[in-house]
């Protein structure tokens, strides 16, 4: 696939409360998040590699740039967000990625979401410690 110098393609990517905004144009393999690199913002290695997996997927890893803008949610959670967004903004640049993208669950939207807490109970499910007398 050849790249327009000026291409640029957008995506958001969601997971439990958190929401990336990712752009994504043609260049070295740069990340920048809320305006800083990937590095400083996930300094963990397990959701860096979780990150780049898409690019990584399809090859793309040197010839695009990821600007994203992140909130919500947690760090895990922003990761998977941002690998959500990545996955979709990839299929805007060209849809024919679709069926590997998609063979290896980067497109799918994780649906586990938190519990709403219900009347009478301490949380979602744990129950007032039970008093026979």
Known sequence: MSLASG???????????????VILKPGTGEYTINGKP??????RATLQ??????????????????VAKMHGG???????????GIS???LQADPNLRGELKRRGFLTRDPRVKER???????ARK???????
């Open 7 to 21: 291409a640029r393609y957008t995506a958001t990517g969601k997971r439990k409360t958190a929401v990336a905004r």
């Open 38 to 43: 990937l590095n400083d913002f996930f300094p």
């Open 49 to 66: 590699r979780n990150i780049r997996q898409p690019l990584e997927a399809v090859g793309y890893e040197e010839r695009m740039d990821v």
């Open 74 to 84: 947690g760090v895990s959670s922003q990761a998977g967000a941002l690998r959500h």
């Open 88 to 90: 979709r903004a990839l």
């Open 117 to 123: 807490k219900k009347a009478g109970l301490k949380k």
């Open 127 to 133: 129950r007032p410690q039970f008093s026979k007398r």
